[in-house]
């Protein structure tokens, strides 16, 4: 379901990073059910191949797929330049990604630098690659960047991952003052439990383990985010209709990020009895203040 008319992105051509699988996938459908021709880029070509009739299946639209390894600064600055032969892009993605859990102190250099070089290289570069033949054309274009609400908070045992977005997050802010001027913009969406295959099985792979992050009951509308509320968001920041936007990261959590431990948001599990043995409790301790004034 959405709120907007089938062709709102008519005319658009949209490159998503990491469009092949996951998320990435997901905002592809929804881009392209709107009108936008999509291009998605990864570099496996059978899963991107795939992910191309799946999309053109499911939204009626139109998608095509470049093979390129998103932390190749030349690399991904070629692929640009071939998306360009056959006419400009007007926004960009960066959702290609990579995150696992860990104990800090057991990760390698190079696990390290794969994440790093995914998330915010590969994000770098794919926006300088667009941004500066937006600046040489004179064209707008349009930047959304999926990150993770972990920028404003930062998360233990995803280091690495929370840096590299949070370098992002900065860089949205940045370039949306910079590249203001010349018409191009910058936002960034930061989805909370979304699960995808693959991606929350690194997240959540302990068999019969829950942990905040990725369970439905300390999200605050007690559920998993719908692919079509993100989908929505996303088509909503690539409108021209909403070009004052710019410079900003939106939540799309269902307020999980504000159910932290360092928070009361738990006490909502209690019962009515809990509650009433928490008043007592609460009614004794205040007796026995008074009883030593």
């Known amino acids: 379901m959405s709120p907007f008319r089938e062709d709102v992105l008519k005319g658009k051509k949209i490159l998503v990073t990491g469009g092949g699988t996951g998320l990435g996938k997901e905002m592809s459908v929804g881009f392209a059910s709107h009108g936008a021709h999509i291009v998605i880029c990864g570099r496996r070509e059978a899963v991107l191949d795939e992910a191309c009739k799946e999309i053109a299946e499911r939204s009626g639209g139109t998608a095509e797929y470049r093979v390129v390894n998103i932390r190749d600064?030349?690399?991904?600055?070629?692929?640009?330049g071939d998306i360009w032969e056959s006419g400009p892009l007007t926004g960009l993605v960066n959702n290609a990604g990579a995150n696992f859990i860990a104990p800090t102190e057991s990760i390698s250099h190079r696990a390290y630098d794969a994440v790093r070089a995914t998330v915010m290289d590969g994000s770098f570069y794919a926006t300088h690659a667009c941004g500066k033949r937006w600046i040489a054309d004179g064209l707008n274009g349009t930047v959304i960047s999926n990150l993770v609400t972990w920028v404003f908070s930062g998360s233990a045992y995803v280091v690495p991952c929370a840096m590299a977005k949070t370098a992002i997050h900065a860089m949205t802010m940045s370039l949306a003052a910079e590249w203001g001027p010349k018409g191009i913009r910058l936002n960034a969406v930061a989805p909370g439990p979304f699960p995808t295959e693959n991606a929350w099985e690194k997240l959540n792979p302990i068999p019969g383990a829950s942990f905040g992050a990725t369970q439905p009951d300390m999200v605050?509308?007690?559920?998993?985010?719908?692919?079509?509320?993100?989908?929505?968001?996303?088509?909503?920041?690539?409108?021209?209709?909403?070009?004052?936007?710019?410079?900003?990261?939106?939540?799309?959590?269902?307020?999980?990020?504000?159910?932290?431990?360092?928070?009361?948001?738990?006490?909502?599990?209690?019962?009515?009895?809990?509650?009433?043995?928490?008043?007592?409790?609460?009614?004794?301790?205040?007796?026995?203040?008074?009883?030593?004034r």
């Open 73 to 80: 600064a030349e690399a991904v600055d070629a692929m640009i």
């Open 220 to 292: 605050p509308m007690r559920r998993f985010g719908e692919m079509d509320e993100l989908r929505t968001i996303l088509t909503f920041l690539m409108l021209d209709e909403c070009s004052y936007i710019n410079g900003t990261t939106i939540p799309i959590d269902g307020g999980h990020r504000l159910t932290a431990h360092s928070t009361f948001a738990e006490m909502s599990k209690m019962t009515d009895d809990d509650w009433e043995n928490a008043r007592a409790a609460l009614k004794a301790s205040q007796e026995k203040e008074k009883q030593g």
